[in-house]
């Protein structure tokens, strides 16, 4: 599809061959820095091994008890028997303080709470100053609390944000503009990310009683339906790439400099590749989910969100007996290019 923002790729196939091409559908496409997610090989290379040691399985089964006690205590302060916005009541509070446990900026939730209010309706409005500002508020946020490091020394908890300071690449220290990028796409992209996805998967649960009840009884199954929860009603849209000399897709030639949409939730119901989009099958659609992208730039952080997302929902289920629609309240979608749903209404019984 094509408009005036540049074109769309809507197949699974074509978003597939793109994401697997960077050298023809280039990510360097940012006026910021954006490490590695901006990047090509071979710069992307030895960032994504830095990136990715703090995603390791080790790394992830010690933050899960942190994260478990988090998703209690949320769930525990949900009202029963009554309407109750999914992603505002858990969803965003989840969010932000697993985020706050893994990075160790205690203390800050309800700041992060208003920024992400303040971001996504800077993103809704599409005005680039607006975003720019409430972008240029999270650094400033960021790079304080480099500054708290600093300050304690050798009495820094250990922590990422602590590690990325002691970090290197190429042999010399990381400076502050590549740590904040890090740590401005682990955090400013991840914390609606999550709220976004436990709006989908409570609101899938809460009209899928039968999933709901299998899962409550065989939680082991949590991470592969979640995944196909996502694939269903994906709220990852897209993600850009740049062509970098003239290439065909299918009957059309995109120009060098075309700027290219990946789309991930049209990919995602693609019925050349999932005969019933709606179909719920998380093991044969398994193979062709690309819930988390694929190629390169498939999400690193993938291990630490799906663990955190398994976390919320057994938590939630084990709670409670049920998970229903509000009768009286219908589900918001967000809008483009926000995913998902703005809000969700159930009840928790």
């Known amino acids: 599809v094509q408009s005036p923002r540049g074109v769309t790729l809507l197949s699974h196939a074509d978003v597939v061959a793109a994401a697997h091409d960077p050298a023809v559908f280039s990510s360097s496409i940012s006026e910021r820095r954006a490490v590695p997610n901006a990047m090509d090989p071979p710069e992307h290379t030895g960032w994504r091994e830095l990136v990715d040691r703090f ?24 009202p029963r028997g009554c309407a ?5 009541a858990m969803g ?17 939730e309800e700041t992060l709470l208003a920024w992400m209010a303040d971001n996504h309706a800077a993103t809704r409005s ?25 300050a304690l020394g050798h009495a820094a908890p250990s922590d990422p944000t602590t590690a990325l300071l002691a970090a290197t690449h190429d042999g010399q220290p990381l400076d502050d503009d590549d740590i904040v990028s890090i740590l401005r796409n682990w955090t400013a992209g991840d914390l609606g990310s999550m709220a976004a996805a436990l709006g989908v998967v409570v609101w899938f649960l809460a009209t899928h009683a039968d999933v709901q009840q299998q899962l409550r009884a065989n939680p082991q199954g949590l991470a592969a339906a979640i995944d196909e929860m996502l694939r269903i009603d994906d709220p990852f849209l897209v993600n850009r790439r740049r062509t970098t000399c003239d290439v065909a897709v299918g009957e059309h030639v995109l120009e060098a400099g075309t700027l290219v949409y990946l789309n991930w939730t049209s990919a995602n119901r693609d019925e050349a590749i999932f005969d019933n989009p709606d ?5 044969g659609h398994a193979a062709h989910n690309l819930v ?46 926000l995913g998902g749903w703005r809000s969700v209404p159930v009840i928790l019984r």
């Open 55 to 78: 995603f390791t399985p080790e790394q992830v089964a010690a933050q899960e008890p942190r994260v478990r006690a988090v998703a209690d205590a949320v769930v525990a302060a949900l």
């Open 84 to 88: 109750v916005d999914a992603v505002a």
């Open 92 to 108: 965003n509070p989840f969010a932000v303080r697993a985020q706050t446990q893994w990075l160790g900026w205690q203390g800050t």
């Open 126 to 150: 599409g005005d680039r100053t607006r975003t720019a500002a409430v972008a240029a508020a999270f650094d400033a946020l960021i790079r304080t609390q480099l500054q708290r490091r600093r």
């Open 279 to 283: 179909a719920y099958d998380p093991v």
């Open 292 to 337: 988390w992208g694929t190629g390169i730039h498939v999400c690193p952080g993938r291990p630490l969100a799906t663990m955190e997302l398994v976390v919320a929902a057994n938590s939630l289920l084990q709670a409670t007996t049920a998970i229903e629609p509000a009768p009286h309240e219908a589900p918001v979608r967000e809008t483009y290019p």
